[in-house]
């Protein structure tokens, strides 16, 4: 009797994850820009390693397909902006034309997941009126407080429009199945979040935001001048790269072009 009441007490409890039916994911690597010229790096790094030195950077956001829900991952430059010296990058066919491309309206997008508040992360959120906002708690509260280094009208749709805005504390498994996680990862600005994606075939994949802006700061761990806190940079950089190496993940440096490059060439999705 008592082992019977086990078994069906074992068929009760929930399946592990890997045995769970889970909806299909794709990750989608969009161009969202690129520099309008070759930057200069001083900035990028508060060693001085990077001084003198120039390189092309890009702009690139994501489409994620979770079943049938989509999410985009950050939203490039505001298209005003495109070609602006000041801005430092352009682009050619907007965020929205590129997703009509793949099928995707404006009203199907579920969820605008964003890495940070910086203008080249944001450019094109209020193309997307209707989706739930998700993004760090502490930029939310940067984006509210009227900022001078956030263009307010990039978010009227959550600001003033009633869209709903999910602010994220820590980390957030945002469909409870592991497959699409925001990682809390402070210092850049103290919201800042990565993204971990797992697919089927191509594994997991983590988008780093802003942790990093190229490869050689990222190997070095090498911070920004205009980070918010050196500390929680560097502690975030340490957290990331050992979460990449317990998953095996394939990391992703959202403004390095080899970087991208891992990821299939557009309209091609990884799986």
Known sequence: MIRTAL??????LP????AQDTPDVSLTRIDCGQATEPMPLGGFDDTGASDGMTRDLVVSCYLIRHGDDLMVWDTGIDPATSGDPDGGFSMGETLVQKLAQ???????VDYVGISHYHY?????????????????????????AGSPWVNRDLFVPWLDGGAEVRQVGGDLDLFGDGTVKLLAMPGH?????????????MGPVMLTGDLAHYTSNYEH????????????SLASL?????????????????????????????????H
């Open 7 to 12: 078994i069906l007490a074992a068929l009760a």
């Open 15 to 18: 399946l592990p994850l890997a």
């Open 102 to 108: 793949l099928g995707v309206a404006p009203a199907d």
């Open 120 to 144: 080249d992360h944001v450019g094109q959120a209020r193309d997307f009126p209707q989706a739930t906002l998700v993004i760090g708690r502490a930029d939310w509260a940067v984006i509210e």
């Open 189 to 201: 600005t103290g919201g800042h979040h990565a993204l971990l994606v797992r697919l089927a075939d």
């Open 221 to 232: 761990d090498r911070v920004p001048t205009f980070n918010d806190d050196r500390a929680d």
């Open 238 to 270: 340490d957290r990331f790269k050992r979460m990449a190496e317990a998953y095996g993940a394939t990391v992703v440096i959202q403004h390095e072009p080899d970087d991208i490059a891992k990821l299939p060439a557009f309209p091609e999705a990884a």
